[in-house]
């Protein structure tokens, strides 16, 4: 095998691996409900249904999840393989170098996800896709060829989650640095960081109007309103820190309505909130427009007069999402659960050895958000210390993971380990080419044998 080719059959290989383990792949309830939406060609916003609706072309080739599967997998280690091949000094044994990068495709809180029908996996693998074509066209000066795809992937990811636009606000800054670059190639630079930052910006905004158009156009106007998730769960906590029930009280018959029912039902994840012991009272998910009006006024008039008590709240929910606690939640799914739709077959030969590998990682630090974090943080401090070493790709990428777990911080629910996919990938990668990119210049004996 030529050193030169060595990261696109590591690619393959992480590809057929992947693939391999989790056949046809593992799915939770929030993608078992995005599949049901599917097949009835009904969708709803609870999940955006983007998603959903790529699911249903894909349902109908094959049945079942493994469509979903190979789609994330094929963005997320084609990407990979992009990088590796344009990364790394000119003039050195590049990409025997830069094989290294896809390794990180393997490392068990990246690859432990990968087998998950889930959104947070589509997002992570739009976004490195998007970031890795930009990067190709800046390094590689084939912006027209690699562009399109890249806003492409982009859009996919910005319309997959509810805070997709987030993460790809940096990146879509990136691009339009890259694509101003383009146009402007052969002639003075123009101010490139000032110009891509205003073109960058507006492309954001561009993005997310498009996102929300499909969007509500898939919904037929139709919404759920996912956000009472966020207003409810931040509204028990200062209730219960107040010792003053603060919910809206024309809810549903049997919902909790005093503070020892809220006391009963509240923790730093919200779905004790609605599932739980059935002897408990709870909350659904509400439709009724009244209701979700007064849970809104009730958060803004209440929230802002309760600082301390709102920030403890989502203090509680950070802690416990980046492991500071010492432990993780829900580091990894393999297998169909629930199984309403009687998806779920044999284990898989690889599934016992799998799972193993994959417990025996949850307790160590690469499963701690904390970790990812800090990297981000020391990326970012890196590339402003100094003009002469900054790189935007490498400012952009670190930026977008650190400005996702930042929206976390006002909007997570959940301690679940896969919102953390994102900025555990963007870490990694983005050490990777800053090791590379520092890496010596040296030539490449094999050179001469590969022609």
């Known amino acids: ?49 983007i998603m959903a609706w790529l699911w249903s072309g894909l349902d109908r080739l094959r049945a079942g999840p493994a469509g979903m599967l190979v789609l994330h997998n094929a963005a997320f280690w084609f990407a990979l393989a992009t990088l590796a091949g344009a990364v790394g000094p000119p003039g050195t044994r590049r990409r025997r170098s830069a094989a290294w990068l896809v390794l990180a495709g393997f490392l068990p809180p990246i690859f432990g996800l990968l087998g998950n029908v889930w959104k947070d ?15 190709a066209a800046d390094r590689k000066g084939r912006s027209r060829v690699w562009l399109l ?55 954001t905004l561009c993005v997310g109007v498009a996102t929300s158009l499909v969007n509500r156009a898939l919904t ?34 049997g919902w909790p309505s005093t503070i020892d029912e809220l006391a009963a039902v509240y923790a730093p994840s919200v779905e004790p909130l609605y599932w739980g012991d059935p002897t408990a009272k709870r909350f659904q998910a509400s439709a009724d427009p009244g209701w979700i009006a007064g849970l809104r006024a009730s958060w803004l008039a209440e929230i802002p007069s309760s600082p301390g008590a709102y920030l403890a709240h989502r203090g509680r929910i950070q802690r416990e ?47 701690r958000g904390w970790l990812y974090a800090l990297m981000l943080l020391l990326l970012v401090a890196w590339e402003v210390s100094s003009a002469r070493r900054r790189r935007p790709e490498r ?29 555990a990938v963007a870490a990694c990668v983005g050490v990777g080419i800053a090791a590379l990119d520092a890496s010596p210049t040296r030539p490449d004996p094999s050179r001469g044998s590969d022609r």
């Open 121 to 135: 996996v589509g997002m992570a693998s739009a976004l490195l896709l998007g970031f890795a074509l930009t990067l």
């Open 321 to 367: 999402l980046l492991g500071l606690h010492g432990s993780v939640c829900r580091p990894f799914q393999i297998g169909v659960d629930p199984d309403p739709l009687g998806l779920a077959g044999p284990p898989g030969p690889l599934e016992p050895g799998l799972r193993a590998v994959l417990g025996l990682a949850a307790r160590t630090p690469l499963y």
């Open 1 to 49: 095998m030529r050193p030169q080719r060595a990261p696109a059959w590591i690619a393959f290989a992480g590809f057929a691996v992947a693939c391999a383990c989790y056949w046809p792949g593992s799915l939770s309830g929030d993608s078992i409900d995005q599949l049901g939406q599917a097949r009835a060609g009904r969708f709803n916003d609870w999940h955006p249904p």
């Open 395 to 423: 400012l952009a990428l670190a930026t977008s993971g650190l400005a996702l777990l930042a929206a976390y911080s006002a909007t997570a629910t959940v301690c679940d380990f896969r919102f953390l996919l994102w900025p």
């Open 220 to 253: 037929e106007g139709r919404r759920s309103h996912p956000e009472q998730q966020i207003l409810l769960h931040d509204l028990v906590a200062v209730s219960l820190a107040r010792d003053e029930v603060l919910v809206p009280p024309d809810g549903a018959p």
């Open 149 to 203: 795809p890249a806003l492409l992937a982009l859009f996919y990811a910005a319309a997959v989650r509810h805070d997709g636009i987030v993460p790809v606000a940096p990146l879509a800054v990136y691009w339009a640095r890259v694509a101003w670059a383009g146009r402007r190639r052969g002639r003075a630079p123009g101010h490139p960081f000032r110009v891509g930052l205003a073109l960058g910006l507006g492309l």
